[in-house]
T-cell receptor, first 109, second 114 residues
Framework: SQQGEEDPQALSIQEGENATMNCSYK?????LQWYRQNSGRGLVHLIL?????REKHSGRLRVTLDTSKKSSSLLITASRAADTASYFC?????????FGQGTRLTINP | GAGVSQSPRYKVAKRGQDVALRCDPI?????LFWYQQALGQGPEFLTY????????KSGLPSDRFFAERPEGSVSTLKIQRTQQEDSAVYLC????????????FGSGTQLSVL
């Protein structure tokens, strides 16, 4: 069963714009991670934010975590065509990583 | 170094056949996970190993699914008497940490049951 729910399910923007994806979850977590998946490929780890952190940056990525609302957001700034992919949030409690349904991001040139 | 390797990349099976999917994790990685991903969906957890010990198999859909990692390295996911609903991409991931922070995924095995 999926723990996280991403919103929106699909997002289409112009190259150079910022993309924001949201993730909500239900149970307490130790950390929350974001992954990217290009069509027909495995998932690639992007960033991890721990439950005691509120914001984290990595290059053009910015992740926020609000444990009181059980939600997280991923912001991709200055989007590029190569950012076109599916993005998944994944929550980790005791051990296993539980993924959401994903957001399909399309960057139009 | 090499990433996580899965074989075969594609597998077509007739309903009722047994299949075996192989995963070669990154050398030295302690944790190994199997996930099942249906088209357009997120990965669903199947099972988790820490070295050779299978610590969580709560996601295996039925007793037709069996996973092993006998020497704490290569893992095999076996599906007996395949059914059409078993058609999916099976993803393997490994992690250098005991608790699986930051998973490294293989490209998956796409299983089609006819």
């Amino acid at each position: 069963s999926q723990q996280g729910e991403e919103d929106p399910q699909a997002l289409s923007i112009q190259e150079g714009e910022n993309a924001t994806m949201n993730c909500s979850y239900k149970t307490s977590i130790n950390n929350l991670q974001w992954y990217r998946q290009n069509s027909g490929r495995g998932l690639v780890h992007l960033i991890l934010i721990r439950s005691n952190e509120r914001e984290k940056h990595s290059g053009r990525l910015r992740v926020t975590l609000d444990t009181s609302k059980k939600s997280s957001s991923l912001l991709i700034t200055a989007s590029r065509a190569a950012d076109t992919a599916s993005y998944f949030c994944a929550t980790q409690g005791a051990q296993k990583l539980v993924f959401g349904q994903g957001t399909r991001l399309t960057i139009n040139p | 170094g090499a990433g996580v390797s899965q074989s075969p990349r594609y597998k077509v099976a007739k309903r009722g056949q047994d299949v075996a999917l192989r995963c070669d994790p990154i050398s030295g990685h302690v944790s190994l996970f199997w996930y099942q991903q249906a088209l357009g969906q997120g990965p669903e957890f199947l099972t988790y190993f820490q070295n050779e010990a299978q610590l969580d198999k709560s996601g295996l859909p039925s007793d037709r699914f069996f996973a092993e990692r006998p020497e704490g390295s290569v893992s095999t996911l076996k599906i007996q008497r395949t059914q059409q609903e078993d058609s999916a991409v099976y993803l393997c991931a490994s992690s250098p940490t005991r608790w699986g922070e930051k998973l490294f995924f293989g490209s998956g095995t796409q299983l089609s049951v006819l």
